[in-house]
């Protein structure tokens, strides 16, 4: 195994990142189009995730598709539940995956955490969202992850998958 493919292998074969399929280049490719067709792809947030990772800012990701699965939740008990989840794990001052939003959002948070909507977390879904897209994924795209991943896929033809 050569050098250049074995970080695909770690990434994209592993079980432990629960990849059963292959990502192709059209996908990967798609990536680079836009923001919205990365955190939307197959694998996009997975591979976004990994390289988040080594900016130390995975909990951006985790927190905007938590929200994601939050506002499919219809049952009031789960949605109280997870809402108490998303607070303790990302809101609250000192969260173990605290996220960087402003105060206002944090506090309309705050207030309605008992009661929570499924609208309740949008806001800061909103902030992180653009953090993301303004921040992290234009160094994505330029990072050598991404690069290497993209080259990889284009010198073993377009229809190939790693």
């Known amino acids: 195994m050569s050098p ?9 074969r592993a079980e432990e990142n629960g990849i059963s399929s292959k990502v192709s280049l059209e996908e990967v490719l798609q990536w680079s189009q836009s923001f919205e067709n990365l955190v939307t792809s197959k694998y996009g947030p ?30 009031q008990k789960k949605r109280i539940s997870m809402a108490r989840k998303l607070f303790t794990s990302y809101i609250q001052p000192q969260a173990p995956n605290e996220i960087n939003i402003d105060s206002p959002a944090r506090k309309a948070i705050i207030r309605n955490i008992q009661e929570p909507t499924q609208s309740c977390f949008d806001e800061a879904q909103r902030i992180i969202y653009r953090h993301m897209e303004r921040d992290s ?20 033809g377009n229809n190939s998958t790693v």
């Open 4 to 12: 250049n493919t074995c970080w695909l292998c770690k990434i994209f």
């Open 46 to 75: 997975m591979v976004y995730k990994t390289y988040l990772k080594t900016e130390h800012s995975d909990e951006n990701i985790e927190f905007w598709l938590a929200c994601e699965a939050y506002k499919k939740i219809t049952s």
């Open 137 to 156: 994924y234009p160094r994505f795209l330029e990072s050598q992850f991404y690069q290497k991943l993209k080259h990889s896929l284009q010198t073993n």
